[in-house]
T-cell receptor, first 113, second 116 residues
Framework: GENVEQHPSTLSVQEGDSAVIKCTYS??????FPWYKQELGKGPQLIID?????GEKKDQRIAVTLNKTAKHFSLHITETQPEDSAVYFC????????????FGTGTKLQVIP | NAGVMQNPRHLVRRRGQEARLRCSPM?????VYWYRQLPEEGLKFMVY????????ESGMPKERFSAEFPKEGPSILRIQQVVRGDSAAYFC??????????????FGEGSWLTVV
């Protein structure tokens, strides 16, 4: 089955700096890669996603890149703000009889004011 | 996220009791997923259901855990004879369309189970 590795497990940045979270996946058939943000005591919220026919996608301060050859994808947050502090999960989805989504282990991001 | 409704949000059970967690998917969604999250850990897949069918329960413990998604009503995750190790957050998620990879999974706010 699919295996998703995520690094780093924790990340501290100064407010205004950029944050980068990296993930690798094992199944070359995976073709959909969502990113979720989870705040304390809440459920994961989708913040951005990318499909395998696209190399990069941006939404305001958030961008995601995908390298299918290397089987890795990254989340980039620019101009970080304290409210960006949360746990971020990457995920990979494998096509087939049904959509199965495998999550990374999460990155705890702390933005220091 | 707001569309997937889970209840109860918090549940306290004594060891040996039963816990029932409910999930109503987003409107128009017929696929439900349950994930478990232990403190300070990631999301572990438990089970995937469609109406009246369990499609994949490969992540579900073989004993004491069961799930259903009846034709009418919410999906239910049932844990019998709970033990302290069952204490976790249980998240329900839903999506549309079977077999179409790339359909977004939306999560509920979770049910926090504490076993005392």
């Amino acid at each position: 089955g699919e295996n998703v590795e995520q690094h780093p497990s924790t990340l501290s940045v100064q407010e205004g700096d950029s944050a980068v979270i990296k993930c690798t996946y094992s199944d070359s058939a995976s073709n959909y890669f969502p990113w979720y943000k989870q705040e304390l005591g809440k459920g994961p919220q989708l913040i951005i996603d990318i499909r395998s026919n696209v190399g990069e996608k941006k939404d305001q301060r958030i961008a995601v890149t995908l390298n299918k050859t290397a089987k890795h994808f990254s989340l980039h947050i620019t101009e970080t703000q304290p409210e960006d502090s949360a746990v971020y999960f990457c995920a990979a989805s494998t096509p087939g009889g049904y959509q199965k989504v495998t999550f990374g282990t999460g990155t705890k991001l702390q933005v220091i004011p | 996220n707001a569309g997937v409704m889970q209840n109860p949000r918090h549940l306290v059970r004594r060891r040996g009791q039963e816990a029932r967690l409910r999930c109503s998917p987003m409107k128009g969604h017929s696929h439900v997923y349950w994930y478990r999250q232990l403190p300070e850990e990631g999301l572990k897949f438990m089970v995937y259901l469609q109406k009246e069918n369990i499609i994949d329960e490969s992540g579900m413990p073989k004993e004491r855990f069961s799930a259903e998604f009846p034709k009418e009503g919410p999906s239910i995750l049932r844990i019998q004879q709970v033990v302290r190790g069952d204490s976790a957050a249980y998240f329900c998620a839903s999506s549309t369309d079977r077999g179409k990879s790339g359909n977004t999974i939306y999560f509920g706010e979770g049910s926090w189970l504490t076993v005392v």
